[in-house]
């Protein structure tokens, strides 16, 4: 405990750990903010506010399409190219595809006109992108999404990327500024730093030590610790209602790549013991080791799958639920304006309880991804103990 | 889309409603199994009822990523 709490710096004072955030904030959204500048050169754009096109469908302004939630929700737990606030609020991000000319990047903006999924041609390379529920396909030259074509590789800045980005920057500013404090002299803690420490203590504590040993838990807790925090934040970022509805860790791509931070990390320290246990289990009789041994194998794969899959589930379900019930005052609000508010009242008091809930599942979730990569951990590099 | 196709999209998206209320009772009985135990083992026990509380939010994160496993595969083939 007291490497890793030495290895910590100390806390900023407040004022100056604030300016440093905000600062990190402000360039983060003027990289953001620039890049359709930059890429405006290419050719003269109608830098177009950008709403989704399901915005017609959201407000009832006699419009002919009618609500339909499934769309709507699924709409909103995936990923996007722009962040989308209130109303017709909302900020375009790069888009960086890799085609065989090379990289092209260009505002999303350029790819949504009046508020309906468009096409854009580059100047530089002539090719033509289409974006068709929020895929990006090469297009000709009038804009139909050419399918059979392999599309280019999309390596853009996605919403839930700059989420990620945004996490990132955050906890290294924090994580750095509360190092600082510990290194000089030791003043009795204040502030954030009686948090984190409380925190940190929390998970080697509870977590890394029960199923790892005071000697092995110092090895694996920094991993432990960045993915705690960056789980929860990422699950706390994604309950901010009007941010833009950002959901990290509720993709399958992201949580499939922690999962197999953890598989490598588990292969890797794997000692005899472990696989010894898994490919010989010892104190089985003979017939039920040729069952036992087949479901082990196939439990390295799957323990990491079922951590993916954990995360992703409970993270979706919660803002799937949310969403049914802002989906529900509008289905009913379709019918009268009357039904719509009556429904309201009931439907913003159910939701508001499930941001509680969603609260806790969101340090819940962080708290089980890492409680199980420990145990996994501990495994791996168990002692002979029989 | 044909008659078929209609009549295929229906059973299929039924079924997937069928499996996700099977999710839910999967999950209702399983975490009220967890949760009764915790219970009962705090009135036998009440200066444990930290150490239970813990552990039964634990076991309960469990069991309910198992359902919402099952809710995630209905999920997928509702919505295609």
Known sequence: MHRFLVGLGGLLNRKSMRKIVFSAFITALTIIGLSPVVVAQDEAVQHEEIAHSEAENHEEHGHESKFNPGEMIMHHVADAHFIHFIGNISVPLPVILYTEQGFEVFSSSNLYKDHQESFYTSASTGNSYRIENEKIYFADLDGNALHEVAPPMDLSITKSVFGMLFIMFIMVFFFIGIARKYKGASAAPKGAQNVIESLILFIKNEVAVPSLGAKKADKFMPFLLTVFFFIWMCNMLGLIPFLGGFNITGTLAITIVLAAFVFIITTINGNGHYWGHIFWPPGVPLLIKFILVPIEIAGVFIKPLVLMVRLTANITAGHIIILAFVSLVLLFGQQSAVAGYGVGVGAVIFMILMFFIELLVAFLQAYVFVLLAALYFGDATQEAHH | ?80
Not at chain 2, 1 to 9: A, F, H, Q, T, W
Not at chain 2, 25 to 36: E, K, L, M, N, V
Not at chain 2, 44 to 63: F, S
Request: glycine share 16%.
């Open chain 2, 1 to 80: 889309m044909s008659v078929m196709d209609v009549i295929l999209l229906a059973v299929e998206q039924g079924y997937a409603g069928i499996g996700a209320g099977l999710a839910a009772i999967g999950a209702g009985i399983g975490i009220g199994r967890i949760g009764g135990s915790a219970l009962e083992a705090m009135a036998r026990q009440p200066e444990a009822t930290g150490d239970l509380r813990a552990n039964m939010i634990v076991a309960a994160a469990l069991v309910e990523g198992v359902a919402l496993f099952a809710v995630i595969i209905c999920l997928l083939v509702a919505l295609g």
